[in-house]
Each structure stands twice: as C-alpha cells, then as structure tokens.
C-alpha cells in the first residue's frame, strides 16, 4: 500500500482510547460487567432513552438475542429486508425462524413498507428495518403497515445509525429491540463489539438472563436472590472491560467523529451531485427530518460493467471502493433459510450499481476531493 493511498475504511484513535485501556487492566476488572462497560451502558441508555442496554462481542450477537427475546417457534418467520447484512436475517434462522425477504424503497435504500404490507401474513412475527447510510428508513411507512398487525414487532437492526435521528428521535428507540454494532468499519468502533437495545421495560428481566448464560446472576448481584442458578436459554454474550474501556473513548467523541464523517459526505454530495446528470450517476436522495449518522456514501453508476470499471480506475488511483450489500434473496443461505420466493427487484437494481466510496473517522475533505476528481475522471 503506497503511503497516499486512500484507504476504505481505517480505524483511528479519537481521545482516551489508551488511557482508559491501561486503566481497564490496571484496574483488574477485564471481563464483562466491568467498570467501562457500565460507563458505555449509561452513556447509551439515556442518549438513546433506553429501558435498557447490553454490551454485547458484536452486533449479530445483539441480533441473535433479540430473536431469542422473541420466543420464536417452528412456523414463525421473520420479514428482513434483501439489502442488509447477512446477520439480520442469520440470527432468526439461528432460533428457528424462516425469512420472507422484502424489497427495498429507492428513496432511503431501507425496507419498503408497501412490500411489507403484502408479506405479512399470521405466519409473521417480527420485521427487521435496517436505516442504511445511517439514513433513518420509512419508519412512519412501516408504523402504518405494523399498526393493523399488534402481534408483529419490529427490531431495528441499527449498525449504521447509531445517533441518527428521525424528527428528532434516535435510531434505535423506535422498535421494541434495536441493535448497534462497534465493529471495526462502523463509526464508532472497538475492533468487534455491539449493543442491544431495549425500549420496552418487559423485556430487561429477561434479557438479562440471557445474557448472563441462562442464570439469573444479575438478580443475584443487585441482591434480588441469595444464589444464582441456571433458569433459561442463553449464551455468552457481554464484552470484555478491555475494549469497553476502548469504546467508551470513542463515544466520548461521538460529536467530532460524526462531524468528520458529515464533512466528507457533505463534500461528495456538493462536488458529486452537480456532475451525476452529465456523467449518468445518481447520488442517494438526502430525505428531510432526518439527522444522519453519516455512515456512509455512494452513488449509484448506469450498471455492474461500469462499476467493474470504475473500481479498477480508482484502484489505479489509489483509491479503494467497495459495494455491499449482495442480496440476501438471491444467495445460497438466502434460498435455503427462505420461507418463500420473493421478488425484490429495486434491490437487485441497486445492488448492481451501487458502489461505496471511502468515509472514515481519519478522511479529510481534501481527501474526499481526490476521490471525487478519480470518480469524475474514470466516468468521463
Ligand atoms: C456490520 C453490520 C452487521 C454486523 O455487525 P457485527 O458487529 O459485525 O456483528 C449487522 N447488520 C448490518 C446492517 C451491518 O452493516
């Protein structure tokens, strides 16, 4: 790698991170539950307006709790939107359910609720919304479609939105359970890490459990029990103190690491959109009343040929791309896990000419220039 290449992804350090990691061993208390972690938790719970938080090793295991906090039984299915990450859909898989994939609305690349409206049926237990870019998806929409179906919940699946925004309310609160991932290309990291959750109060006793490999430990320690023993499914879920320590640093700089990723996203949109019409690309649609996380960026090029292309231009230029996601309905775990067909043409559509540019916490705009003039040039 040349020392001016852009890079597509980067993890950085943003204040404390290895102040509070020494203190984290120092202070001896590395496993879960630790003093970090508690720091995290609270930070989370109230920008979030939580009933309740977990740290979790990763946001599949987030998602993997939330579908065991669903009771799912043999027949359930789950409807997950094409376009996500595979983990959205695996976790349901993982406790039984089968999934019917939804398409996704061209305006916000998140789940479409008319779709969703057709999909369900009484097999229906949960919808997953995924708010891609860090831009909030058609909650309203979706509120609409779930409001006649009281038994069907929603999770948001929430690693690209953490302190996004929808009139003024944050990503993650919506749905009964939402999940965050702190994985090293999301936009507050700690290597591997995630959270759940919890908007409704019902669901903490529970959890808690869960997470605690099936015991009711927590009860034990907040002195509710004079033991503690095995009472429910579970596994080990909590995060390490160490990388708590590291995650609490980078959330403390929630504000300037967000500010960064807005700086160069504002930038591509300025530079980009005057030259989408001329070029043949579009840039993604920036919908009112949201207040984006910043997660990402991308336009949307004429076609798969044309993305090949470009990728190798910019590669030659230094500069890495990427294009994510490959839709769920169309793989191999997708038809197996599948409870039915489905048609999910705007995904497919999308999925053929998306291609990502780089955003990280270290990118300047001068650097987002760069890409811009490489993107520009190899269309031109
Ligand atoms: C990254 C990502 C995940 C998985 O996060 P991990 O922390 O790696 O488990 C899940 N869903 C979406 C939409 C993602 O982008």
Not at 106 to 130: F, M, N, Q, Y
Not at 283 to 290: A, E, K
């Amino acid at each position: 790698m040349s020392p001016d290449e852009i890079r597509f992804n980067q993890p950085t350090l943003e204040g404390n991170e290895v102040d509070y990691v020494q203190q984290a061993v120092r202070g001896g208390h590395t496993s879960m539950n630790g003093p970090f972690a508690k720091r995290v938790t609270d930070l989370l719970t109230e920008e979030l307006g939580a009933a309740g938080v977990l740290l979790t090793t990763s946001c599949t295991d987030a998602l993997e709790m939330t579908a065991m906090l669903l009771s799912l039984q043999p027949g359930d299915t789950v409807i997950v939107p094409s376009f996500t990450f595979v983990s959205s859909a695996l976790a349901y898989v993982r406790e039984g359910a089968r999934i019917v994939f939804a398409d996704i609305e061209r305006e916000t690349l998140g789940i479409d609720p008319a779709h969703v409206a057709e999909l369900i049926d009484d097999t229906t237990r949960a919808v997953v919304a995924v708010h891609y870019a860090g831009v909030a998806c058609d909650l309203p929409g979706l509120g609409s479609a779930l409001g006649d179906h009281p038994g069907v919940e929603l999770i948001e699946d929430n690693a690209h939105g953490l302190f996004g925004r929808l009139d003024g309310r944050p990503l993650g609160s919506f749905g009964r359970m939402s999940a965050v991932s702190f994985h090293e290309t999301k936009s507050f990291s700690c290597g591997e890490g995630g959270a759940l959750v919890l908007n409704d109060p019902g669901d903490v006793e529970r959890a808690n459990v869960l997470y605690e490999k099936g015991t009711d430990r927590r009860a034990f320690e907040d002195g509710r029990v004079d033991k503690y023993t095995w009472r429910d499914t579970g596994s080990s879920f909590g995060m390490s103190d160490i990388l708590a320590a590291y995650l609490l640093a980078q959330l403390e700089a929630r504000q300037a690491i967000l500010d960064k990723r807005r700086a160069v996203v504002e930038r591509y949109h300025e530079v980009l959109a005057p030259e989408a019409d001329a070029l043949g690309f579009e840039v993604p649609v920036m919908p009112g009343g949201r207040d984006y996380a910043y997660h990402l960026y991308y336009v949307l090029l004429d076609g798969p040929g044309t993305r090949e292309r470009v990728t190798a231009a910019m590669r030659a230029a230094g500069i890495r791309t990427a294009f994510h996601f490959v839709p769920l309905h169309d793989s191999e775990g997708g038809r197996r896990f599948a409870a039915r067909g489905t048609d999910c043409p705007v995904t497919e559509e999308v999925a053929g000419r998306l291609l990502r540019l780089p955003v990280h916490n270290a990118l300047t705009p001068a650097d987002a220039d760069r890409v811009c003039e490489a993107l520009v040039t190899a269309l031109g």
